[in-house]
């Protein structure tokens, strides 16, 4: 099958009209936003609805492109507070903030799931190493905050959180059971590939105005923690390739793809993104095969880095230690943090001496603990200590998953794939100390479909190995039973 073919069992005439309709609807948006954003959001659902039923993979494909690439609009909302300061009570109070890929991924994973049940293809769908971890997890936080609602300390935001964790397994479970040859695969690598690029240029466009970049078109608040996170990843993959493959040209490519990344990430000015990108390069220099390649890399890097290495990036981590002294901050070992570090840390402290104490075993419900910007003391806070064993045993399984995965398929772009993911993950893991690191769209969207595209891999190819085992065995039987076994 021809990897740039995609087959759309979609009328050109229905197409078409669909094409029109939204170059007509955008065109109305950018002369009158606010009377054409209702019409806007009901078509887009309509049309993903239709997409979905239609062609699974061309839904997927709009829904990549808008992780990074669409519009966000928040409702309701207060101050922004913290669980140290009290003067917020729930994550509720920053507002609702949807962006067109919450709605795509709402609305996808509801139509795939009635498209299984209307073919009846449920029984069909496949088993994967993380089912029971994703499971019991998701189960614990929606018990949480199933039981805060009832009791009043979580209100129907807190649900909808629920709700949206939900759509990231639903959405690993669709690209799992979709892919069924290796062709579908580098498309999805593709398209990401190709977001990311656009998210990145778009990204250096903001460098100009001053102000740490963010992700595309995120307003005025933009979360370039996020953006550092998403961009890490992405170049942990790409590098995971470049260290599998022998292609000259197609090593120049990436080469420069991993160069277009790095300028937007290192003016985030996100030090969580930072140090989570020293742990990833950390982690293949353990686990990759081609030390010295990457040895390499790593010491021309080093020996550039003063030349190169923007001096808002350095003063952005000494800032952590030089900040004007200010009223707050934590004293470790002789040397004043700045108050962003102070908050992190004193939430951390807030949550294991005085909150997780009141509720240990369940929690408070997902939201029911105000907002707390780090993803393990919010775990523990909003599902209890229950709700924390379940997701450090989906960590866990992902971990050993992307690490076997990495060491055990053959074809040399998805194991690159594989090791990059499984790098990049580690970098997640410790990005999630001063972030929500998994739980935010636009880290899970993208990791969820790497896990699904790798795992999906594993499977093909342990298929092919059965199929060519079997075919193997044949000719050494004898006529008579093969025969008789037709019979």
């Given at each position: 099958m021809n990897i740039h073919s995609i087959r759309v069992p979609i009328p050109p005439t229905v197409l078409l009209t669909f094409v029109l309709t939204t170059l007509l609807l955008f065109a109305a948006y950018l002369l009158v936003p606010g009377l054409i954003k209702g019409p806007i959001l009901l078509f887009a659902g309509l049309l993903m609805v239709v997409i979905t039923f239609s062609s699974v993979e061309l839904a997927l494909y709009f829904l990549i492109l808008s992780t990074l690439l669409s519009p966000e609009l928040t409702f309701g909302g207060a101050v922004r507070g913290d669980v140290v300061t009290g003067h917020v009570s729930t994550t509720e109070s920053r507002g609702v903030t949807l962006r067109l890929d919450d709605i795509m991924l709402t609305l996808i994973s509801v139509t795939w799931i009635f498209r299984l049940a209307i073919r009846d293809e449920i029984k069909l769908l496949r088993y994967t190493p993380i089912n029971q971890p994703a499971g019991y997890y998701w189960f614990a936080a929606a018990f949480s905050t199933l039981m805060a609602f009832f009791f009043g300390h979580v209100g129907i935001y807190g649900l909808f959180f629920v709700v949206k964790y939900l759509e990231y397994f639903v959405l690993f479970y669709i690209v799992v059971n979709h892919i069924h040859d290796e062709a579908i695969i580098k498309r999805f690598l593709f398209i990401m590939f190709f977001t990311c690029i656009v998210a990145s240029i778009l990204g250096i466009a903001q460098i100009p105005q001053g102000l740490r970049v963010s992700a595309p078109f995120e307003g005025a608040d933009g979360e370039p923690n996020t953006f550092g996170g998403y961009l890490m990843f992405m170049f942990s993959i790409l590098l995971g390739i470049v260290?599998?493959?022998?292609?000259?040209?197609?090593?120049?490519?990436?080469?420069?793809?991993?160069?277009?990344?790095?300028?937007p990430f290192a003016f985030t000015e996100s030090r969580s993104s930072y140090l989570s990108f020293v742990v990833a390069i950390g982690c293949f220099l353990i686990f990759s095969q081609k030390k010295k390649l990457l040895m390499f890399m790593c010491l021309a890097g080093i020996a550039l880095s003063p030349f190169v290495i923007p001096q808002n990036v350095i003063n952005r981590i000494m800032f952590t230690f030089n900040q004007a002294e200010q009223e707050g901050q934590l004293d470790l070992g002789g040397l004043k943090v700045d108050t962003s570090t102070t908050e992190r840390l004193k939430s951390w402290e807030y949550v294991l001496t005085k909150a997780f104490p009141k509720s240990p075993v369940f929690g408070v419900g997902v939201t029911g603990g105000g907002f707390l910007d780090a993803q393990y003391p919010r775990v523990l806070l909003e599902t209890g200590i229950v709700g924390l064993i379940f997701f450090i045993w989906f960590l866990r399984r992902v971990w050993v998953v992307l690490k076997r995965s990495s060491r055990q398929l053959k074809d040399p772009v998805m194991r690159g794939v594989a090791l990059g993911a499984f790098c990049g993950y580690g970098g997640l893991l410790?990005?999630?100390?001063?972030a929500n690191t998994f739980i935010?769209?636009?880290?899970?969207?993208?990791?969820?479909?790497?896990?699904?595209?790798?795992?999906?891999?594993?499977?093909?190819?342990?298929?092919?190995?059965?199929?060519?085992?079997?075919?193997?065995?044949?000719?050494?039987?004898?006529?008579?039973?093969?025969?008789?076994?037709?019979?």
């Open positions: 260290l599998n493959i022998n292609n000259k040209k197609q090593r120049i490519m990436l080469f420069t793809t991993m160069g277009i990344i790095l300028i410790v990005h999630g100390i001063g935010i769209v636009r880290i899970m969207e993208p990791f969820m479909i790497v896990l699904g595209l790798i795992i999906s891999m594993q499977i093909l190819e342990n298929e092919k190995a059965s199929a060519k085992n079997n075919t193997d065995e044949l000719p050494t039987q004898p006529s008579s039973s093969i025969s008789s076994a037709t019979n």
